[in-house]
């Protein structure tokens, strides 16, 4: 038995040549998890997310036999060395990490809603109170110093009265 008939080619692969391929793509995908950082699969930021899915997307055609699987390979690669090489360009130039990752929006200030803050969110006032009622146990924006839109998506709640606490994610 050659190696073809082990690992296959093409798209016609029996469950031995899947199981074999996705042995090795796991153990490629987690090196390069690892190259990658923690923090591109951690934080969850929409240029970490959008890495994420690639990644999948490029490496699951390597174990079905859609694309040949060196080249599916090095494709994934040039993802993670694209992702590093924005992350040190982020870490070196405030403006491009803004371009990147975007800013926070402040929602609520000393206990007022920002209306077009919300709107250029795109956050309900339902989506708002649920954070506050997290962090507070309390709906009303009056019962919160601040609420902000963090660049992840997550909304931090800092409650009235905690002016130096960071409170609580919501």
């Given at each position: 038995?050659?190696?073809?008939?082990?690992?296959?080619?093409?798209?016609?692969?029996?469950?031995?040549?899947?199981?074999?391929?996705?042995?090795?793509?796991?153990?490629?995908?987690?090196?390069?998890?690892?190259?990658?950082?923690?923090?591109?699969?951690?934080?969850?930021?929409?240029?970490?997310?959008?890495?994420?899915?690639?990644?999948?997307?490029?490496?699951?055609?390597?174990?079905?036999?859609?694309?040949?699987?060196?080249p599916t390979i090095?494709?994934?690669?040039?993802?993670?060395?694209?992702?590093?090489?924005?992350?040190?360009?982020?870490?070196?130039?405030?403006?491009?990490?803004?371009?990147?990752?975007?800013?926070?929006?402040?929602?609520?200030?000393?206990?007022?809603?920002?209306?077009?803050?919300?709107?250029?969110?795109?956050?309900?006032?339902?989506?708002?109170?649920?954070?506050?009622?997290?962090?507070?146990?309390?709906?009303?924006?009056?019962?919160?110093?601040?609420?902000?839109?963090?660049?992840?998506?997550?909304?931090?709640?800092?409650?009235?009265?905690?002016?130096?606490?960071?409170?609580?994610?919501?």
């Amino acid at each position: 038995m050659d190696a073809i008939d082990w690992w296959g080619s093409g798209e016609d692969l029996d469950a031995l040549q899947m199981s074999l391929r996705a042995l090795a793509v796991f153990g490629l995908a987690l090196a390069l998890v690892r190259i990658s950082g923690r923090r591109s699969f951690g934080q969850g930021s929409a240029f970490d997310t959008c890495v994420a899915v690639l990644i999948g997307a490029v490496l699951s055609r390597a174990i079905v036999g859609a694309s040949a699987f060196w080249p599916t390979i090095a494709a994934g690669t040039m993802l993670v060395v694209l992702h590093r090489l924005i992350g040190v360009a982020s870490l070196r130039s405030t403006w491009f990490e803004t371009l990147i990752k975007g800013r926070p929006i402040w929602l609520v200030r000393d206990g007022r809603i920002d209306e077009a803050c919300l709107r250029r969110a795109l956050i309900t006032r339902a989506d708002l109170e649920e954070a506050i009622r997290k962090a507070t146990g309390d709906t009303r924006p009056e019962a919160v110093a601040s609420a902000v839109l963090e660049r992840n998506g997550e909304i931090t709640v800092v409650p009235r009265g905690r002016g130096g606490d960071r409170g609580r994610r919501g």
